[in-house]
């Protein structure tokens, strides 16, 4: 490498031959997974949830800071932190991780209740109306990616149940906001469908 511009080494990565090389490089990682060691492909499903769950940090981080002074800000906090709580589980697999992680799904759903104290609107399909609505549907969105991700794990890592539960009630709780922040609701699907073409074509 060029003695001019030298950048620092992650700590696990080596200088080798004029060339950087770090853990990784074959497409295998050895990483913490419930608990214990293992190698996986750099492409598994628990390198995917890792990753899912990082990408919805960060969704919900986004969320948090363009909405910081209302309903959809706070929601998005707790939110993030939940994704963090969970990739913390995912690793260590303890069952004090895994309560942690349910301190702050009942937050959420404390703070879901609370906003949807007295609803009675219409349920069925649903658009957001506006850019903070959107912003729900987005973590709303990957709050069920990451799940199926973890419904994938099952045979090979029977305590991925616990996160699919947290993340298939964590969605509905979303989903559950949007409808009381005043997303737009159809009574189905072509309703939906003709409202966005009535709009599209003036």
Known sequence: MSNECRLP???DCKEVDDSIKCPGDSGYSVIPLFGKRVRVRKDSAPINLMGCLDELSNTA????????????????AMVMALSM?????????SDERLARVRNVEE???SKIAELCRGFKGPLGWIIATTPELQALDTMRVKLRECGRIAASMLDDYPLSVNIIG?????DKLIAQAMYCLGGHVFRSVDDAMNYLLSNATG
């Open 85 to 93: 709580q969970l990739n913390a589980y995912l690793v260590q697999g």
């Open 166 to 170: 947290v993340m298939n009630h964590a």
């Open 107 to 109: 937050l959420l759903m």
């Open 9 to 11: 080494l992650f700590a």
């Open 61 to 76: 981080n986004n969320v948090r800071l363009n909405f910081s002074s209302n309903d959809v800000g706070r929601i998005a």
